[in-house]
């Protein structure tokens, strides 16, 4: 199928590229959005479930290890410092794999993803930077196959890396590796184009953007200029209600849970921040060599207050974006005091996924009730029992 034309319909969607695919009907048992089984599929990606008694896993799924780490020298073009490409790279490098399956950007536009098959190592500088939208990463694990390539690595966000375990077993691949970034709000390549027009004057002209951890947006432009945002000043108020689809949303894997290894920022502190999950995660890192430079991770500061605001104004936007209302002064002296007091690290990292779980809950609780006892699983409630946030009834799946 063509994939440039629209995919099949389906109700809770980012066209993960399965619709696309031979068997469409396949869906029901790989989509994220259905009935997703994330003990199941943990334990046979990882050889168990996340452990809540372990530190960390109910935040952020099983792992073996988290560091704080950065790639030197960092890639040109890269999102952060370029630790995901180049993993890319060396499974080529090293012919671990025949294929890389990734995101390239769009020949017409930057800023939409388009689904690949890299299969030279030096192509792979191509892919790296962020795209923002969602295109059919897994139509093209069917042409893989069909090239003959047995070994293949993938990268993904999460809603595409659920499908690909979900149906690994049948995929008939001798080797995957899956390397997995986190996913958070993302929408639609022509929303994100809205967006960037009431970032700037000029929004052709910005090449990077990135939330960062310190609650500063990071732009770049075509001339090399930079400019930093508070995220309180963001132009929030003038996006549209439904700017967030549903499903980003309500997406209640946040960091990539079933990759074989995480390659994320959140709780890096101005560094990347890597989860190995399991030991084909450490092989990955293994590729990596001295290249791969890693500290410990920090924490600091006290999630809950945020947490508490976040679900208040939630609430209150009753399905638009929470805005925080205040006046312009008092904005300033907040945005001045977030990244000096406010949660960092881990406790950033913690604060985000709690964050999320929030929405999960109120999202669904008010547009798609009926769903929640088979979207949401187990862990989500526990993060957010803290906070007041129970299953009403129906709102859970039978044992
Ligand atoms: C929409 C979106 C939201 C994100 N939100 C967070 C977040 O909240 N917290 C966090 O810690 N990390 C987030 N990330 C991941 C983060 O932006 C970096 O990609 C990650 O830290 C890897 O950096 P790097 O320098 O190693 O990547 P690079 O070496 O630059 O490689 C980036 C890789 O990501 C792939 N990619 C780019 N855009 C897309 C896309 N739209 N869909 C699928 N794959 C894509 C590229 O093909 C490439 O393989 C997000 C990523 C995306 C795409
Ligand atoms: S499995 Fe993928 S294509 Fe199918 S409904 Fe889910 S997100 Fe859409
Ligand atoms: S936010 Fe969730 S549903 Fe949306 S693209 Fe990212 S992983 Fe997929």
Known sequence: MDMTSPPPARHLCTDC??????????????????????PALETRAHGRAR????????????????????????RAGAQWTGITTRIGERLLETGAV??????APHPEDHWRPLPVLITHAEDMASVRGMRMGYAPLLSLLEPARAAGHKRLAV??????????????????????????????????TENFHTFLGL??????????????????VELRFTDGSRQEIPFLQLPISQLPPDFFPLTCRTCVDYTNVLADITVGYMAGQGEQWLLVRNARGEELVRLLGDELVTA????????????????????????GLPLRRMPPLLRRVVGWLMPRIGPRGLEFARTRVEMKAVETVLHLRRAEK???????????????EPYGLEPEVGEIRKK
Not at 51 to 74: H, N
Not at 98 to 103: E, Q
Not at 203 to 208: A, D, L
Not at 301 to 318: D, E, I, M, P, Y
């Open 51 to 74: 452990d809540p008694a372990r530190p960390d896993e109910l935040f952020f799924g099983p792992f073996q290890r988290m560091v704080r780490a950065r790639l030197a020298p960092s």
């Open 155 to 188: 990268i993904g966000i999460p809603c595409q890396v659920y499908a690909l375990r979900a149906l690994e077993r049948e995929l008939g691949f001798e080797r995957l590796y899956v390397i997995g970034t986190p996913c958070s709000d993302n929408t639609t």
């Open 296 to 319: 410990p991770l920090g924490s600091a500061g006290k999630r809950q207050g945020a947490v508490k605001g976040f679900l208040a104004n939630t609430r209150l936007a009753a399905g």
């Open 199 to 216: 970032l700037s004057a000029a929004p052709e002209t910005i090449t990077y953007l990135e939330f960062r951890a310190d609650y500063h």
């Open 370 to 384: 009926p769903r929640m006892k088979s979207m949401i699983p187990a862990h989500v409630w526990k993060l957010v």
């Open 17 to 38: 590229g399965i619709s696309r695919t031979d068997d469409p009907k396949r869906c029901g048992r790989a989509c994220q959005f259905i009935k997703p089984d994330y």
């Open 98 to 103: 025949d294929a890389v399956l990734t995101m």
